[in-house]
């Protein structure tokens, strides 16, 4: 059974800080990896999605890497920015089998 | 890009009544429909696994008849909670599977049992 994990669970930094967010899983048979977001008692907000193929993926600011061999995912959100204060949750896609959550990581950006 | 809609955003309801919630796939077919819930503070869980005009797939602890899925076409999928309790108070969100388009996600349902 496939079983996500996202380190730290929560995170405060100062406005302009660059900074890493982890996600490990157990199983790496995955189709692919993304990243969402998510605002306080809001839906979700894909950000980047990685192909098991692929080994990043950038968009902005935000750049995403796997390495399905150990089993990790890093997000690195650079010059962070209190609009950037919400959840992140990595994921894991089965095609269309399921689709399993992280945690999350809470962040806070402070001005 | 595909969308889902979720439907209500929010709903407060009595203890005791029942609530229904769609997921409505608006531009494409939905083989598979997600139903997921999230506690405060906590990551989503899948609750249940629907394909159309099939019965649900319920996850482990999961009360099927206190969560009754429709699929009842492929771009409609409804949950309803059955005789609601406070304790069933939270964020519902459904995701519709396409192969080619994967997940799709909707906005999600924060539910207060009152």
């Known amino acids: 059974k496939q079983e996500v994990t996202q380190i730290p669970a929560a995170l405060s930094v100062p406005e302009g800080e660059n900074l890493v967010l982890n996600c490990s899983f157990t199983d790496s048979a995955i189709y692919n990896l993304q990243w969402f977001r998510q605002d306080p008692g809001k839906g979700l907000t894909s950000l980047l999605l990685?192909?098991?193929?692929?080994r990043e993926q950038t968009s902005g600011r935000l750049n995403a890497s796997l390495d399905k061999s150990s089993g990790r995912s890093t997000l690195y959100i650079a010059a962070s920015q209190p609009g950037d204060s919400a959840t992140y949750l990595c994921?894991?896609?089965?095609?269309?089998?399921?689709?399993?959550f992280g945690p999350g990581t809470r962040l806070s950006v402070l001005p | 890009g595909a969308v889902v809609s979720q439907h209500p955003s929010r709903v407060i309801c009595k203890s005791g009544t029942s609530v229904k919630i769609e997921c409505r796939s608006l531009d494409f077919q939905a083989t598979t429909m997600f139903w997921y819930r999230q506690f405060p503070k906590k990551s989503l869980m899948l609750m249940a696994t629907?394909?159309?005009?099939?019965?649900?797939?319920?996850e482990q602890g999961v009360e099927k008849d206190k969560f009754l899925i429709n699929h009842a076409s492929l771009t409609l999928s409804t949950l309803t909670v059955t005789s609601a309790h406070p304790e069933d108070s939270s964020f519902y969100i459904c995701?519709?599977?396409?192969?080619?388009?994967?997940?799709?996600f909707g906005s999600g349902t924060r539910l207060t049992v009152v």
């Open positions: 994921a894991l896609d089965n095609y269309g089998q399921n689709f399993v």
């Open positions: 629907s394909n159309e005009g099939s019965k649900a797939t319920y």
């Open positions: 995701s519709a599977w396409d192969r080619l388009l994967g997940y799709t």
């Open positions: 990685i192909q098991s193929s692929q």
